[in-house]
């Protein structure tokens, strides 16, 4: 192991923060509470965490310590070790989970000290595509119609064969007009935009690419799975007033137009874990059956490109772990 890499054996400790969070959060899949849902997960998470050998400091959790009361940006985390930065998502999709939809997650991500932005909770313009692909095949700052082309050209693909993935709202409306107009498809999703970039590697989903705003936080996550598993990604931080900007400042960004790519999102040694919570195109979710709790989780680390999907029967919820 490399000096500035991190320890392999907290790759399955991985699997146990991000299960015990989705099986947290399952208790309120469909009740109709986000609140409670996001919740339980950020307890189950916080404790899992500070069980790790790290010193670990969350750089993109649930909001600023005024806003959130564990799991904050700054909290420490760990029971001493390795310097570490988390960026975390305890409940991606809290409203497909209070609703039973598919593709709600417990998504974790570790990296060495500064291998994480440190995002501010804004929206961020994001394009992103699998892997396998010309360096540059999509750009930001190019239209949707030049991307589409290009795309469609490195995969030896007509315009009307590539296949889309855009959150379902109303800001991407002109978007999804143009990706129609090109005669492309359009896989329109309600939530969960971390699953939406992971599914352009995924060959079985039909996605080409991820195109649209999310949360900038989701998109720091995205990015952190891609360096794992392979692919291509952008984004671009979007303020819609003064006190947004302010508060990227605080953080430490100064060029609030940049453009970062895949790299500086998400650079040196990461590894990532995403558990399901309901069923989606991307994981199984939490199951009771007579076995026992059942997850499926998967876990990819950059340095050694190591994808892993892990199916677990937990005998009983005081013996996960």
């Keep these: 192991m490399a000096s500035n890499d991190l320890d392999r054996q907290l790759v399955i400790e991985m699997v146990r923060v991000t299960e015990a969070g989705a099986i947290a959060s399952s208790d309120w899949t469909g009740r109709g509470d986000e609140k409670a849902a996001d919740a339980a997960a950020v307890k189950a998470i916080r404790e899992a965490l500070n069980n790790l050998p790290i010193d670990g400091t969350v750089v993109i959790g649930e909001g600023e310590r005024d806003e959130a009361p564990m799991l904050y940006i700054g909290e420490k985390v760990g029971s001493g070790g390795r310097t570490a930065d988390i960026a975390l998502d ?8 209070a609703k039973a ?42 239209s949707i119609k030049e991307n589409i082309e290009s795309l469609a050209q490195a995969k030896g693909k007509e315009a009307k064969d590539i296949m889309v993935c855009v959150l379902d709202r109303p800001r991407h409306s002109q978007i999804i007009a143009e990706l129609r107009e090109l005669g492309c498809g359009v896989t329109l999703i309600g939530d969960g935009d971390i699953a939406g970039v992971i599914a352009t590697t995924d060959p079985k989903t039909g996605i080409d690419m991820y195109v649209g ?12 799975a891609l360096r794992c598993i392979g692919g291509q990604m952008q984004g671009r931080l979007l303020f ?16 609030l137009d940049r453009k970062y790519d895949m790299n500086e999102m998400a650079s040196g040694d990461v590894i990532f874990s995403a558990t399901g919570v309901t069923d989606g195109s991307l994981l199984e979710g939490v199951h009771n059956t007579p076995n026992g709790i059942t997850t499926e989780t998967l876990v990819m680390r950059s340095a050694t490109k190591t994808v892993r999907r892990v199916h677990t029967i937990h005998g009983h919820k005081d013996n996960i772990g």
């Design 101 to 142: 939809m598919p593709n709600s997650l417990a998504v974790v991500a570790i990296s060495v000290e500064g291998g994480l932005l440190n995002a501010p909770d804004v929206y961020m313009d994001k394009i992103a595509v699998g892997g396998g692909l010309p360096d540059g095949v999509v750009d930001l700052d190019k």
């Design 240 to 255: 819609r007033n003064d006190d947004e900007k302010a508060r990227a400042r605080k953080w430490g960004i100064e060029d």
């Design 213 to 224: 705003s999310g949360g900038a936080p989701e998109g720091v996550l995205a990015s952190a």
């Design 90 to 97: 305890p409940l991606e999709g809290t409203t497909l989970c």
